[in-house]
């Protein structure tokens, strides 16, 4: 019922979010990225990239992470979970996830088995807390599963 209430207040960013895949500038490696739509702030997207022989980086990039400094507590529910981002690094607007975890059932997982249940739902609600500023904001993962495999798959 709650996942059905916040896609009816959200439905207006559906038709605006939404993910494209391809090859970096120098084909060296690719990359997928999706829009997250925030009230206020609009420059947010999940960003995939994986170089030969490195692992994948997927990251929250916006202005914001430049702006506001300190402690991010982050967590992105999918699926009918939430789960928290327990190792990250932020650098130069970008929020790089390293490993995130159920809070439900405590279970860790690497970016790879966390994209793999990323890319099985249809959408997700992404929440930031830094200081004392919360903001949420929904993401369409709509053609994320193609995207996702994209990269996976290279």
């Known amino acids: 019922m709650k996942k059905l209430l916040t896609l009816f ?3 207006p960013f559906i ?12 084909k060296r490696g690719v990359y997928a990225n999706g829009k997250i ?12 990239i994986k170089y ?17 400094s300190g402690y991010y507590y982050v967590v992105i529910r999918v699926l009918d979970k939430n789960f928290r981002v327990l190792e990250s690094e932020t650098v ?14 405590n ?3 690497k970016v790879e088995d966390f994209l793999k249940i990323l890319r099985k739902d249809i959408s997700c609600i992404v929440t930031i ?25 290279w």
């Open 37 to 48: 739509e925030f009230r206020e702030i609009n420059d947010f997207e999940f960003k995939l």
């Open 9 to 11: 207040l959200l439905i």
């Open 15 to 26: 038709t605006i979010a939404q993910w494209n895949y391809g090859n970096t500038s120098k």
């Open 92 to 105: 130069d607007g970008s929020y790089k996830i390293l490993e995130v975890k159920d809070i439900a059932k």
């Open 129 to 153: 807390k830094n200081n004392n500023k919360i903001i949420q904001g929904f993401s369409s993962l709509e053609g994320s599963p193609q995207a996702i495999n994209y990269v996976l798959r």
């Open 107 to 109: 279970d860790k997982y």
């Open 52 to 68: 030969r022989n490195l692992d994948i980086e997927f990251s929250i990039n916006s202005e914001y992470f430049k702006k506001n």
